[in-house]
């Protein structure tokens, strides 16, 4: 494989991971913030629990699959992986479950957002120590590109533009323009839009807004 092959896979997975640590650490502080709407952080947990769990769901199904193909030795480590992604998936249904914009209990939402949060940076601190150098060692460019263009067709569409944000909060202009050059050429020119609403929104979430 490629030196650049590598750099594709490993970048691309390394900011997804970043901008998943980013965006739950975001929700569970945001949550306290008087000055944060309730609608905003409504908005970012829907998009938090629709893409957590659009991710775990490929690596399951798909990317897994082909590591385990070509490196069986792996496949239980794989497993013990998905079995932390079934614990999150009940932290994120607790998420889901948790007073909405109507109740504004957010404690509540707080302690729900603090758990998924717990839970991510832990299983990712485990996931990357195993993932990395399997990306490298046992994934073909093409490959990866066929996984990675599958992943974005399939991504959830809800608050898409806060992946925009998020990227550019975690990765160099280039690493971000990488990630997002899999997006589909129409997309592609939304992409300015995205970004300025998405720098918008996680001003007021992370209360620069105030004052």
Do not use: C, K
């Not at 590591?67 to 614990?87: F, K």
């Amino acid at each position: 494989m490629s030196t650049n092959a590598e750099a594709v896979a490993v970048t691309e997975t390394r900011l997804i991971h970043a901008f998943h640590r980013r965006a739950t650490t975001l929700l569970s502080e945001a949550a306290l913030r008087p000055s944060v709407p309730l609608a905003a952080l409504a908005e970012l947990r829907e998009f938090l629990v629709q893409n957590l769990r659009h991710h775990h769901a490929t690596e399951d199904h798909q990317l897994w699959p082909m590591i385990a193909a070509v490196a069986p030795e792996a496949a239980a480590q794989l497993a013990a992986l998905s079995e932390e992604h079934d614990a999150l998936d009940a932290a994120l249904d607790a998420l889901e479950a948790a007073p909405s914009r109507e109740d504004g209990d957010r404690p509540g939402l707080q302690r729900a957002a603090e758990a998924v949060r717990a839970l991510v940076h832990r299983h990712l601190e485990h996931e990357e120590p195993i993932l990395f150098p399997a990306l490298r060692e046992h994934i073909s460019p093409d490959e990866w590109t066929a996984f990675s263009r599958e992943v974005v067709a399939t991504s959830p569409s809800a608050a898409a533009h806060l992946i925009v944000g998020f990227l550019d909060q975690v990765g160099t202009p280039e690493e971000v323009a990488l990630v997002l050059s899999g997006l589909p050429e129409p997309a592609q020119r939304f992409v300015p839009v995205m970004r300025d609403q998405a720098h918008a929104a996680l001003a007021v979430l992370s209360g620069a807004t105030e004052g």
